[in-house]
């Protein structure tokens, strides 16, 4: 959000180093592969506002990503605080993987404020966030958050209905529950050195199948890639978010690549 100019503040309960640090290294990955210069970089840190104000940070905002702990008495109670201290105006968009819109907003004080905004890791690379407004998020909220996304350079999916795991997780799922059934009815074995029959890899590939289909080809071509160092047997991890990291940034920095937010 920060680098395409919006202005950030980010409420942390905890010590802020940790989560600096984080910030700090992710923009270090960019400039590494020259996407933003060292300049650039400590300029876009210093836009970030940092409180333990939670009144404070939330009062003229337009857009909240909640991503606390996925417990649901813990977010709702933030709800409240948040819509207290905020009125009607900001959309709440949390990055819950599980916890539907509908349960979320219960007893808020403004629930057609409340969504999911389910982004997917790492979130500074991969373009697609789910949006789910469920039952009682308004139209108006689920359309500005799909169009705050969007001017990130995301691409926003709206999942129509509450299901569990939303669109991505939900194939994933069923591609676990397949890979691991075959494993039980003696079809496969978690032995099999090939890739293309070892449960792990199956999985891996329906996954990427999915992000072909809702992700544009530049940020696929990289994920194919890591696929196929995971195919060859050379599997680590460490090679293969490095390979990750460098291929999707090097598709960003082509003239016709989605513009750069994450």
């Keep these: 959000a920060v680098m395409h100019g919006e202005e950030v503040t980010v409420w942390y309960r ?12 992710i923009l270090q990955i960019f400039t590494d592969n020259g996407v933003i210069s060292t300049e650039e970089a400590v300029l876009l840190f210093d ?3 940092f409180t333990m104000d939670l009144e404070a940070a939330v009062q003229y905002a ?23 201290a905020a009125g009607s105006k900001p959309v709440i968009a949390s990055s819950t993987s599980f916890l539907f819109p509908s349960i979320l907003s219960e007893g808020a004080l403004y629930p057609e404020r409340i969504l999911v905004g389910h982004p997917y890791n790492p979130a500074y690379l991969m373009p697609v966030i789910e949006v789910c407004g469920g039952e009682t998020a308004s139209k ?12 990130w350079g995301k691409v926003p999916v709206e999942c129509k209905k509450e299901v569990k795991g939303f669109i991505c997780n939900e194939i994933n799922q069923s591609a676990t529950r397949i890979a691991r059934d075959e494993i039980v009815n003696g079809i496969n074995n978690v032995y099999n050195r090939s ?5 792990y890899y199956l999985f891996f590939a329906i996954h990427l199948f999915l992000c072909r289909l ?5 940020f696929f071509s990289p994920l194919c890639q890591l696929y196929l160092t995971l195919c060859e047997n050379k599997f680590s ?7 990750l990291v460098s ?5 960003m920095r082509q003239p016709t690549a989605l513009r750069l937010s994450y």
């Design 140 to 151: 108006e909220s689920i359309a500005f958050a799909k169009e705050i996304y969007a001017g």
């Design 47 to 49: 836009k970030i506002n």
């Design 247 to 251: 291929s999707c940034i090097a598709n």
């Design 62 to 84: 337009d857009f909240i990503q909640e991503s606390i702990a996925e417990n649901i008495d813990t977010k709702k109670e933030m709800y409240q605080k948040i819509q207290t």
């Design 237 to 243: 991890p460490l090679k293969c978010r490095s390979r």
């Design 214 to 218: 809702i992700v544009p080809m530049k």
């Design 195 to 199: 890739p293309i029959n070892t449960s």
């Design 14 to 25: 905890r010590n802020f180093e940790k989560l600096k640090d984080n910030i700090r290294s």
